[in-house]
Nanobody, 121 residues
Framework: QVQLVESGGGLVQPGGSLRLSCAAS?????????MGWYRQTPGKQRELVAV???????NYVDSVKDRFTISRDNARKTVYLQMNGLKPEDTAVYYC??????????????WGQGTQVTVSS
């Protein structure tokens, strides 16, 4: 099994910042896997926010490209999402995702439980 522990969500005002963290563990997890973040709001399909490969290649949804930064620490088996300039439209449950690389736009097989991000004033 693979366990993904997410943290960093919360309530912020528009223009604020949050940093999400996701720590992976378990015997199946491999450092070669992609790591990333998806988000979902009621009535909408889960969408890719950002993903990063072991070598540092990244892919972002267009709406966050100039505001969010994904990074990873392979020694800690942790992926981060720095979110700046948050907008109400960013409000969603954010899910950590990891898995064997099949392309930066293809989700892996393992998901975190999700962490709520709410942007409101």
């Amino acid at each position: 099994q693979v366990q993904l522990v997410e943290s960093g969500g919360g309530l912020v005002q528009p223009g604020g910042s949050l940093r999400l963290s996701c720590a992976a563990s378990g015997s199946i997890f491999s450092i070669i896997w992609n790591m990333g973040w998806y988000r979902q709001t009621p009535g909408k399909q889960r969408e890719l926010v950002a993903v990063i490969s072991r070598g540092g290649r990244t892919n972002y949804v267009d709406s966050v490209k100039d505001r969010f930064t994904i990074s990873r620490d392979n020694a800690r088996k942790t992926v981060y999402l720095q979110m700046n300039g948050l907008k109400p439209e960013d409000t969603a449950v954010y899910y950590c995702n990891v898995g064997f690389p099949r392309g930066l736009e293809t989700p892996g097989d393992y998901w975190g439980q999700g962490t709520q991000v709410t942007v409101s004033s």
